[in-house]
């Protein structure tokens, strides 16, 4: 009984490790640090907690939130995105027996970026541009691969507005949006566009309880992670989104 509570806790941990792994890696597709040192409210307010120290850049989400129709401000949405080879070859007429199958889909990795941007302009953003993109093919698994993505975008929803009479704190919250758009977290590879589609529109939404309380919120972060699950065919979904916006001190 001992040494099977031991391997129970053993694989709970890899397992935990394992997600903590995989949702780090789709937060920083890019390995992004944009160092921001100008403060878009320079002037108009006294901010508490926006800067990484008491005299470090500004952080990413503060900048989204008050520089909200800048495309370079830093918001963004991560995604990582199992394709399958052989729809891509299909899509573009490529020969199935071409060489150099990996370099084929690092090429085709902008054009469904693109293609993602499109998405995000249909459900939360007024703009979009591909910052980057990177893709490898499943070595256990050839016929599948893996596209890893990050998104610029501008939200179309403004923040609201910002009391600047008074010290302003700035505070982010997390958001899990599968839980919240009510979706299964596993999908077939031919379901995941609409999911994302579902979770971007979520996400939208997400703020709405923020602008009504404190006057203001943005979404300046999405993390869409679909991991390819080889054994049974479907991809597994883990997505959250996080959510900015800057409340008044109460004197």
């Known amino acids: 009984m001992r040494i099977l509570q031991i391997a129970c806790g053993v694989i709970f941990f890899a397992v935990t490790l394992y997600y903590g792994y995989i949702m780090f890696s789709a937060a ?3 390995n992004t ?3 921001f040192k ?3 409210l320079k002037g108009q307010a006294t901010v508490h907690n926006a800067r990484h120290g008491s005299n470090g850049s500004l952080k990413d989400g503060y900048v989204a939130l008050t520089d909200f129709k800048n495309l370079d401000a830093g918001r963004v949405v991560n995604i990582v995105m199992p394709v399958s080879v052989k729809e891509l070859l299909k899509e573009t007429g490529a020969p199935a027996d071409m060489d150099m199958i990996e370099v084929f889909i690092s090429g085709q990795a902008p054009r469904i970026a693109e293609a993602e941007c499109k998405l995000l302009v249909k459900t939360i953003a007024s703009n979009c541009r591909v910052k980057l993109t990177k893709a490898k093919q499943f070595k256990d698994d050839p016929k599948f691969a893996e596209i890893r993505m990050q998104l610029e975008f501008v939200e179309k929803q403004v923040p609201g507005t910002f009391k600047t009479e008074k010290p302003l704190n700035y505070q982010e919250v997390d958001v899990d949006l599968v839980d919240s758009a009510g979706i299964y977290a596993e999908a077939w590879l031919n379901e995941f566009k609409s999911r994302r589609a579902k979770l971007y529109t979520t996400a939208a939404r997400a703020c709405d309880p923020l602008r009504r309380q404190h006057g203001n919120c943005s979404v300046t972060e999405i993390n869409v992670l679909g ?4 054994r049974e065919e479907f991809v597994v979904i883990r997505s959250n989104a ?4 800057l409340w008044p001190e109460r004197t």
């Open 242 to 245: 996080t959510l900015s916006y």
């Open 38 to 40: 100008n403060d878009p």
């Open 28 to 30: 920083n597709v890019a």
């Open 227 to 230: 991991r390819w699950e080889k």
């Open 33 to 35: 640090v944009f160092g």
